[in-house]
C-alpha cells in the first residue's frame, strides 16, 4: 500500500493503525495534489476518533506549517466546502477561508459550490457572534447575490455606522478582491507580517481607499464628540472590538498610501483616544491606541511615530507608558526600513540661525507681551526667553500669568520636536543595513540643510557618489564645501565596513581632535567579520555562546532594540527560546538562542548559544549560510548580540564575586578579564586617543586588555570589557561599586558609552587613590600592603 492510500485509511478507517506507531508519517513525499485530498479527508473526520487520524492531521498541521502550499482539483475544492458544511453542522465553527484556499489553488475550471455555500452561510449566522466577517462575505458571493446581501444585512446589524459601510463597501468589491481581505481571518502563526500584500491590493482600490478615510475620519469625530460631552465617556468603550478591527485595517491601507491627510487626523484622533475628558487615568479607547501602535509597526510614517511619543508623554495610565515604550521599539526599526518616507522632517517655521557659539541650528522666535519665546534645536530643542534682547532664567510671571495657554502650546512644540529628532535618529542608525540611499538635491535641503535636523545630519559622514560606483566621503560639520555632485546623484551614510582601516582611523582622530561627539556610533561604530570558525560551523555561529548573563536584564535590551522574544523559565526545560530581529527591510532575519540556566539569589541566570541567520523567501524564512548573509546584515546583528552579552554577562557584575555563588565562579574568573570583545576594542582606539589629554596621562598607559592605572598606594590594572580592576603586585581583585547618578563632564568622549566613562571614572579615582574616603574601597587597597 503506497504511502498516500495508508494516510487516507488512517483518516477513513476507524480500525487502521500505523505499524510504527511512534514514527509520523513523512509528507515531504507527498504530492501537492494529494495533500490537498488529504487536507479535504482530514475536515471530515472526528480528530479524537483513532491515533491514527490524530498522527496524520498533526502531520498535515506540521507540513503546512513550512509554508508548503497545497493544490486541489476542482471535485477536492467541491468536497472541501461540502466538508466545511458538515462540520459546521456537527461542531458549530469551521475555518472559512480553508474553503477560500482550495479554490484559490484550483488546478482546474472552478466548481460550482452554490448548494455546500448556501448551507455553510446559512449555519454561520446562527452564531452570535459571527466570527470571520470577512472570510464570509467572500464565501457568501460564491451562492450568489441574494446570499451575499443576506450576509452583508446580518453582519449590519446593531454595529454602528463604521462597519455597517464597512459591509456594504467589501460586498460591493470583485469576488478576488473580497476573497484578498478574507486572508485577515486566516491563522498566520507561522508567517511575519501576514497581510501586507492585501493591504497593498487594497490600497490599489478605489472604493476601499476612500471608505478608509471616511472611517477614519467618523472615528475622530466620535472622539472629538467625548471629550466634548456630546458622547457620555465611558473608559475604553469609545470602539467596539470589530470597530477596532476595521479601523486598523483601514489605517494601514492610508499609512501604505503615505495619505496626506494623515498627520491633521493624528492631531485629533491619537490625543482623543488616550486623555479622558473626566481628568481620570483611563483612556476612552486602550485598544485603540495599541491597534494603531500595531498598524505603525508595519507601515510606519514619521508623523504618526511622532504623534505615538506625543501623546505618550500625555497619558495619566503608568501602564500604558510601559506598553508603548515597548512597542514603539519596533516601530522605530520597522521605520528605518522605510526608507522612502523615514527622514521626513517638518519644518514648523524654524529657520537657520547661529545657536551657541558659530554652529548653526534651528530657531523659533515668538513675540508674547512684553517678552520673547526662543526654541532652540542644536542636539535637542530647548525654550529660553528675552526681553529686549537679554536672556532669562526662567518663564516671565506676566507670561505665566497671562499667557498660560501659549506657555504650553511651546512646550508641547518642544516635545513634539525632540520625538521627531528622536525618530530621524533612529531612522538613520536603523537604515544602515537597508543601504538606503538619497537623492543628493533632497539631502542637501532637507537635512543636511534642514533647521531641525541639520545639527544632528552634519555630524554624521556621508558618501556622495560624485560618479558612477565613485563615492567620496564627506563630514559636513568640519567640510567648508560639500562634494559637487548633480541634485539626482545618491548620498548615503559611511559605515566602517565599507572603508579602508587607515580612512577609518583618520575620521577617528579628525573627531577627537575637534572634540565632536556624533549622534549615534559612526566613526567609532564596531564590525564583525567572519571569522574561520564561523566559516566551519557555516550555518550558525558561537562567538557569543556559552555566556551566563542576567536574563531580565538581557530581556529588557531585546526589547530595546526591537528584538521579539518570549518569557523564559525553569518550566521550559532545556528549550530556551530565540529571541528574533528583521534587517534589511525585511529580508533578513537573525535568531539569538538562549535559555533559562539557573538562580542566583533573587537573580535569573541564562546561557547564551548559537546565533542563526534566515533570508526570506516568498511569505515564509529558510535558514542561510552565513557566508550568504550581506556583510552590512551580518556586522549589525551580530553587534546586537555583542551588546547583549556585554551588557548582562555575570562577568561584567562587579559585585558578582561577593555573591557566593561558587558554581558560577570559574566562568566569572575567566571572562571578566578574559579577552576583549570588538566593543572593547573600539573602547580602547577610544582611549589612545582620549588619554593624551588627561591631567592623569603620565599615570595612564594601555597594555593589551588593560587601562594601567599608576596611584601613590598600588597599581590597577581596568580591564577594557568588563571595567573590572585588578591590584599588583598580586593581582588581587578590587571591588567599585558605580555610582549611578555621577556624571564625570571633565573628559570629552567621542560617542556615549557607559562603560568607557566607568572606567575613565575608575581611572581618574584610583590614580589620585590617597584621597580616597570611601571605606569599603580603602579597606580593600591597604589590606596586604
Known sequence: MDLVSQLMRALTDPDFTFEDEATRPDLSRVSDED????????????????????????????????????????????????????????????DLTQGLD??????????????????????????????????????????????????????????????????????????????????????????????????????????YVAFARRALEAAADRTDAIRDGAIPYRPDKAFMDREITSLGQALRVALLRDEPWLPKLFERLLPGVTVAPTGAKTLPSQALLYEVVRAAQEFPTPELVTAIRTVRRTVRHAGVHRQLDKMLKKVDVALADRTDVALRLPRLEFETAPVGGSAAGGVLRRTVGDYEAVVTVAETATLTWEKDGRPLRSVPAPVRRDHAAVVKELRDLVKRVNAQLATLLGALEGGFTAEAVHPYGWWRTELAGHPLARTLVRRLIWEVEVAPGEWRAVLPETDEHLPDAPDHASVRLWHPLRSDPQTVRAWRDLLTERCLRQPFKQAFREIYLLTPAEE????????????????????????????????????????????????????????FFHSWADRAGEDELASTDQVRFDRRVGSAWREAPLADVPPLVFSEAMRDVDLFVGVTSIAA?????????????????????????????????????????????????????????????RTYRIHLSSANILMGPDDSYLCIVPDRRSKDGRVFLPFEDERLSLIL???????????????????????GL
Not at 529588557?556 to 532594540?561: E, S
Open 536 to 591: 566551519q560551523t557555516r550555518v550558525y555561529s558561537n562567538r557569543f555562546a556559552a555566556h551566563l548573563v542576567h536574563y531580565l536584564r538581557m530581556s529588557a535590551l531585546f526589547r530595546a532594540r526591537g528584538w521579539k522574544s518570549r518569557r523564559i523559565g525553569p518550566w521550559d526545560g532545556e528549550d530556551g527560546d530565540e529571541a528574533e530581529r528583521a534587517f534589511a527591510a525585511g529580508e533578513w532575519r537573525v535568531r
Open 761 to 783: 571614572s575608575k581611572a581618574f579615582l584610583l590614580a589620585d587613590d590617597t584621597k580616597i574616603t570611601d571605606v569599603s574601597i580603602l579597606t580593600q587597597i591597604q589590606r
Open 35 to 94: 495533500l490537498g485530498d488529504l487536507l479535504v479527508a482530514d475536515h471530515r473526520v472526528d480528530l479524537s476518533a483513532t491515533h491514527a487520524t490524530r498522527v496524520v492531521h498533526q502531520a498535515l498541521v506540521a507540513e503546512v506549517a513550512t509554508g508548503r502550499q497545497p493544490r486541489y482539483t476542482p471535485d477536492a475544492c467541491r468536497r472541501m466546502f461540502e466538508a466545511l458544511a458538515e462540520r459546521c453542522e456537527q461542531h458549530g465553527w469551521v
Open 102 to 207: 482550495a479554490l484559490e489553488h484550483c488546478t482546474g475550471p472552478l466548481p460550482d459550490v452554490s448548494e455546500p455555500v448556501r448551507t455553510l452561510v446559512g449555519l454561520w449566522l446562527e452564531q452570535a457572534p459571527v466570527r470571520q466577517p470577512y472570510a464570509l462575505l467572500a464565501v457568501a458571493g460564491l451562492a450568489g447575490d441574494e446570499t451575499l446581501r443576506a450576509a452583508v444585512e446580518h453582519l449590519s446589524r446593531d454595529v454602528g455606522p463604521i462597519l455597517a459601510e464597512e459591509m456594504t463597501v467589501i460586498a460591493g468589491l470583485a469576488p478576488a478582491e473580497r476573497a484578498l481581505l478574507s486572508e485577515i481571518d486566516r491563522d498566520h502563526r507561522f508567517v511575519d507580517s501576514p497581510h501586507a500584500h492585501v493591504w497593498r491590493r487594497a490600497a490599489d482600490n478605489p472604493a
Open 653 to 713: 557584575d562587579p559585585e558578582w564575586i561577593d555573591h557566593g555563588e561558587d558554581r558560577f565562579a570559574g566562568y566569572w574568573r575567566t571572562t571578566t578579564f578574559g579577552a576583549l570583545t570588538e566593543s572593547a576594542e573600539i573602547r580602547r582606539d577610544a582611549l589612545e586617543r582620549i588619554l593624551p589629554r588627561l591631567k592623569i596621562a603620565d599615570r595612564c598607559s594601555l597594555d593589551g586588555r588593560f587601562l594601567i592605572v599608576r596611584g601613590d598606594l
